[in-house]
Nanobody, 124 residues
Framework: QVQLVESGGELVQAGGSLRLSCAAS????????MGWFRQAPGKEREFVAV????????DYANSVQGRFTISRDNAKNTMYLQMNSLKPEDMAVYYC?????????????????WGQGTQVTVSS
């Protein structure tokens, strides 16, 4: 089993920055890809970004490309999401996810483990 705990979500003004963290524990050696998803009120959960174990491959949703940066520190079993130039439409609960398959994906079904989420609020 793998446990994921997100942190870093808070209230920020539009144009500001935040860094989210996702700490993994348990059988972390089984994790290949880790990703961020988000869910705004009344909307479906959507893909934000994903990174492979080696951090050699990343993928971003078009809506965050160029503003968000995903990274991971395998020694600390922690993944990060640096969010810059935040917009009101970025406001959502952000979830960390971990997958076991040897490929990255934007599909939620490809991720076996999920965190409880951290709230990001962006004021205009």
């Amino acid at each position: 089993q793998v446990q994921l705990v997100e942190s870093g979500g808070e209230l920020v003004q539009a144009g500001g920055s935040l860094r989210l963290s996702c700490a993994a524990s348990g059988r972390t050696s089984s994790i290949y890809s880790m990703g961020w998803f988000r869910q705004a009120p009344g909307k479906e959960r959507e893909f934000v970004a994903v990174i492979t174990r080696s951090a050699g491959t990343t993928d971003y949703a078009n809506s965050v490309q160029g503003r968000f940066t995903i990274s991971r520190d395998n020694a600390k079993n922690t993944m990060y999401l640096q969010m810059n130039s935040l917009k009101p439409e970025d406001m959502a609960v952000y979830y960390c996810a971990a997958g076991l398959s040897l490929s990255i994906s934007r599909e939620m079904s490809r991720y076996k483990y999920w965190g409880q989420g951290t709230q990001v609020t962006v004021s205009s």
